[in-house]
């Protein structure tokens, strides 16, 4: 299983980001993925959820009505789309399918003006 993130960089306040995640190694259309963050040193967040034919969308309340959560089932991709970024979203991001204890390496998110 491999999981590499990508998209990330330094954006100011108000500014959108688009992450993407793309695996190999399952069967990406049969599972659950993931958006996960973590800021050095404190413990790793759940950003959001999408089930595995997309049906099934969840998102922490610190991002609802900013980020959206996607995927592409054809590409093994899974994506999100981050706007009306704030300096708290400052992160490495994550994305991780809930069954399975693998992590890819992230990527660095940084708002800031």
């Known amino acids: 299983v491999q999981l590499v993130e990508s998209g990330g960089g330094l954006v100011q306040p108000g500014g959108s980001l688009r992450l993407s995640c793309a695996t190999s190694?399952?069967?990406?259309?049969?599972?659950?993925m993931r958006w996960y963050r973590q800021v050095l040193g404190q413990e790793r967040e759940m950003v959001a959820h999408?089930?595995?034919?997309?049906?099934?969308?969840n998102y922490a309340d610190f991002v609802k009505g900013r980020f959206t959560i996607s995927r592409d089932n054809g590409n093994n991709t899974v994506y999100l789309q981050m706007n009306n970024l704030k300096p708290e979203d400052t992160a490495v991001y994550y994305c991780n399918v809930p069954t399975m204890k693998t992590w890819g390496q992230g990527t660095q998110v940084t708002v800031s003006s």
């Open positions: 190694g399952f069967s990406f259309s049969r599972y659950n």
């Open positions: 999408i089930g595995a034919i997309g049906g099934i969308i």
